[in-house]
């Protein structure tokens, strides 16, 4: 029995089995975990996300798109979707994998994606280093041209943005921008990773990615070197004249960046300052 479609939209006609160099791929990805993220092949050459988002978007709400690069010896294309639900995802896997969808003359063949794919031809790669949940962000899928003002009003609409640093792009062929952001709390940033990451955020016209930054990632965006481990974002000051005022810490150290956190420590017998 075939699950009843959502929303009354219906599957298409079943198609042929799948081409030999797809059928073992899909035997080995079946297993993926279910998620809203799909990957997609046997689409024609030159579609573009566009077109895809248009096909797909009769289904259900399609957050993310990307063409993946051609593979010189695969005579399709492949692309990643996600979608606005697993629900809707599932619904895809479920009706149009090996079916043909409206607005194509040939079956697709859909799954769950893989994390750790890349590339039309879908083989597995190293996993990125796992992200600790932080006040500190990556993000990419910015339009090129944007510059660190216009990332600070655009996500400054959902919190306190300290830092902002565009990264330089690693081609000249790169279409988009990324940038490493400090939000001013964890809670911001955990809003923007989870609730933002894959939409449209207020201010821009495409989806972004959103992600916690990984450890290896300085905010040059270069990889960081071997530091002494004691080094950290919390310092101790002393010799501050006596009776200042947290407030007055904050206004002379925020002149040299953000001040997230300030306690004044009450001075021992004898100390002056």
Same mark, same amino acid.
């Given at each position: 029995l075939r699950r009843q479609p959502l929303d009354g939209k219906q599957p298409p006609p079943p198609a042929s089995p799948p081409p030999a160099h797809l059928q073992k791929?899909?035997?080995?990805?079946?297993?993926?975990? +279910? #998620?809203? %993220?799909?990957? !997609?092949? *046997? /689409? $024609?050459?030159?579609? =573009? @996300? &566009?077109?895809?988002?248009?096909?797909?978007?009769?289904?259900?709400?399609?957050?993310?798109?990307?063409v993946l690069a051609p593979h010189p010896a695969k005579p399709d294309l492949a692309c990643l979707l996600r979608m606005g639900s697993l629900e809707e995802a599932k619904w895809l896997i479920g009706n149009l994998d090996k079916n043909i969808p409206k607005g194509l003359t040939s079956p697709v063949f859909i799954r769950y994606?893989?994390?750790?794919?890349?590339?039309?031809?879908?083989?597995?790669?190293?996993?990125?280093?796992?992200?600790? +949940? #932080?006040? %500190?962000?990556? !993000?990419? *899928? /910015? $339009?090129?041209?944007? =510059? @660190? &003002?216009?990332v600070a009003r655009v996500f400054g609409a959902y919190?306190?943005?300290?830092?902002?640093?565009?990264?330089?792009p690693p081609h000249p062929n790169v279409t988009d921008a990324?940038?490493?952001?400090?939000?001013?709390?964890?809670?911001?940033?955990?809003?923007?990773?989870?609730?933002?990451?894959?939409?449209?955020?207020?201010?821009?016209?495409?989806?972004?990615?959103?992600?916690?930054a990984a450890s290896n990632e300085r905010w040059d965006g270069s990889q960081r070197p071997p530091v002494d481990p004691a080094v950290q974002d919390n310092l101790y000051v002393k010799g501050l004249p006596a009776g200042t005022s947290e407030e007055a810490v904050r206004a002379i150290f925020g002149e040299?960046?953000?001040v997230l956190s300030c306690r004044l420590i009450p001075p021992g017998p004898g100390v002056a300052d």
């Open positions: 791929l899909l035997q080995e990805q079946a297993s993926e975990p +279910p #998620s809203d %993220k799909v990957f !997609m092949q *046997g /689409l $024609p050459q030159g579609i =573009t @996300e &566009e077109q895809l988002r248009a096909i797909f978007g009769e289904y259900g709400t399609v957050t993310f798109c990307k994606a893989n994390a750790g794919v890349q590339g039309a031809d879908a083989k597995p790669v190293a996993q990125a280093p796992v992200a600790v +949940p #932080s006040e %500190k962000l990556y !993000m990419k *899928g /910015l $339009p090129l041209g944007f =510059t @660190e &003002e216009s919190g306190s943005v300290v830092f902002c640093k565009l990264l330089p990324a940038c490493l952001v400090r939000m001013g709390t964890l809670e911001e940033a955990r809003f923007l990773a989870e609730k933002v990451d894959g939409a449209v955020p207020v201010g821009l016209a495409q989806p972004v990615t959103i992600r916690y040299h960046g953000g």
